[in-house]
C-alpha cells in the first residue's frame, strides 16, 4: 500500500480483556517496528522485525505481550490480560533495507510510521 | 549501547523568531541521527536525517540540523518559526546494536509557536 495502516485506530478495553493490534507495511518493506508512546512520553521500542530472521524482542515489557508477522507482510501486536498501564498509542513502522556505500545493509533507515492504534484500559 | 536526551520537554517561540531544539545523544559506534516531527492526529514523519556525509543537514519546511561530534549533539534549528510548525519533535538515533539498526528516541518536544 501506499503507506503503514493500522487498526483499530481506537480501542477501548476493559482490564483483564485481550487486544489484537494489526500493522499493515508498505509493500516491499523488508523491517517492522512496534513502539509504544505514553502520554506525555516518548517512543518506547517494543519487537523489531527484519525478513525471515528471529525477531527482536528485547523491548517487550511482559509475557503479556507478543507479536507475530508473517513473512514480509502483516504483523498483530496482542496483549493479553490487558493493564490500565497498557493504556498507550501503539506505533507500527516498516522501513526498506538499502546499501550505504562502506556501511552495509540497513544502515540508515528510514521509518515511515502509521497513524498509531490508541488502546484504552478502563 | 544508545541513547537519546532532547532538552526541554517544551519550547515556546514566537512567529519568526528563531526556533532550537536540543538533541544530544549516545553512542558507542558512529550513529546515524534523525528527526521526525509529529503534527496533532497525524502520525510521525521524517523531518531530515544524518548519514556520515556532511555535518550540516537541510530538511523539508526550512529545518535543518548540524552534527557535531565533538559535543555529541544533532540540534534542529529554522531561522524563522511559522504557525503551521507547531508539533512535537523527536530525535533519533540509529546504530548498529548485534547487528540491528533499531531507532532509539527522545521523549520529544512540544513546539508552541505564538502569534
Request: net charge positive; proline share 5%; with cysteine.
Amino acid at each position: 500500500g501506499a503507506g503503514v495502516s493500522q487498526s483499530p485506530s481506537n480501542k477501548v478495553t476493559e482490564k483483564g480483556k485481550d487486544v489484537e493490534l494489526r500493522c499493515d507495511p508498505i509493500s516491499g518493506h523488508t523491517a517492522l517496528y512496534w513502539y509504544r508512546q505514553r502520554l506525555g512520553q516518548g517512543l518506547e521500542f517494543l519487537i523489531y522485525f527484519q525478513g525471515n530472521s528471529a525477531p527482536d524482542k528485547s523491548g517487550l515489557p511482559s509475557d503479556r505481550f507478543s507479536a507475530e508477522r508473517t513473512g514480509e507482510s502483516v504483523s498483530t501486536l496482542t496483549i493479553q490480560r490487558t493493564q490500565q498501564e497498557d493504556s498507550a498509542v501503539y506505533l507500527c513502522a516498516s522501513s526498506s533495507r538499502f546499501l550505504l556505500q562502506g556501511r552495509g545493509w540497513a544502515g540508515a533507515n528510514v521509518l515511515t510510521f502509521g497513524a498509531g492504534s490508541r488502546l484504552t484500559v478502563l | 549501547a544508545q541513547s537519546v536526551t532532547q532538552l526541554g520537554s517544551h519550547v515556546s517561540v514566537s512567529e519568526g523568531a528563531l526556533v532550537l531544539l536540543r538533541c544530544n545523544y549516545s553512542s558507542s559506534v558512529p550513529p546515524y541521527l534523525f528527526w521526525y516531527v509529529q503534527y496533532p492526529n497525524q502520525g510521525l514523519q521524517l523531518l531530515l536525517k544524518y548519514t556520515s556525509a556532511a555535518t550540516l543537514v537541510k530538511g523539508i519546511n526550512g529545518f535543518e540540523a548540524e552534527f557535531k561530534k565533538s559535543e555529541t549533539s544533532f540540534h534542529l534549528t529554522k531561522p524563522s518559526a511559522h504557525m503551521s510548525d507547531a508539533a512535537e519533535y523527536f530525535c533519533a538515533v540509529s546504530a548498529p546494536v548485534g547487528g540491528s539498526y533499531i531507532p532509539t528516541f527522545g521523549r520529544g518536544t512540544s513546539l508552541i509557536v505564538h502569534p
